[in-house]
């Protein structure tokens, strides 16, 4: 398994999330509405909306889960969050970086990952990732990544808005 990178900018970068105000904030109905949604819509057992901390990952929405937090090394959405694009895993088991991460060996065991970065708008800090995640493996159709993205946008217009 590889640990999540760290970018060079990740200072600067924590600095801009920290002013943000995000962390630890309670459930909020317009997040939620959206991660439920990416799940009904693509057919996924689990989506969220994943704020990258120094440390750890923390879920300010996710739905098909009952956790909050994780650790940013061992987080898909730590590698995701470094992509220029859309990020996808079809299958687990076939990727050295995931094999043997422990989201993939055990509970919840993680066969798809698809995430892509959320922004700050004003700097182009990434602050977290939006991602959906299966039990099993899959490839996401053309009209699928349409969807994904659409509700992507949404979600960091939400994490934009003051």
């Known amino acids: 398994m590889k640990h999540a990178p760290i970018p060079p900018n990740d200072e600067e970068r924590l600095k801009i999330l920290h002013q943000k105000n995000i962390l630890d904030t309670p459930a909020e109905p317009r997040f939620d509405e ?57 299958d687990t088991l076939q990727d050295e970086r995931f094999r043997d991460n422990p989201q993939v060996m055990g509970y919840p065991f993680i066969r798809f990952y698809a995430g892509i970065a959320l922004h700050e708008l004003d700097s182009g800090h990434v602050l977290g990732v939006f991602c959906v995640k299966d039990t099993n493996p899959r490839k996401l159709s053309t009209k699928d990544i349409g969807i994904f993205l659409d509700i992507a946008k949404k979600v960091e217009i939400e994490l934009n808005k003051p």
């Open 34 to 90: 959206l991660t439920k949604l990416a799940t009904t819509l693509l057919k996924v057992p689990i989506a969220a909306v994943s704020i990258i901390d120094k440390d750890r990952e923390w879920f300010k929405s996710c739905h098909g889960l009952n956790i909050k937090e994780g650790p940013r090394a061992t987080s898909f959405c730590g590698h995701a969050m470094l992509a220029s694009d859309l990020f996808i895993v079809e």
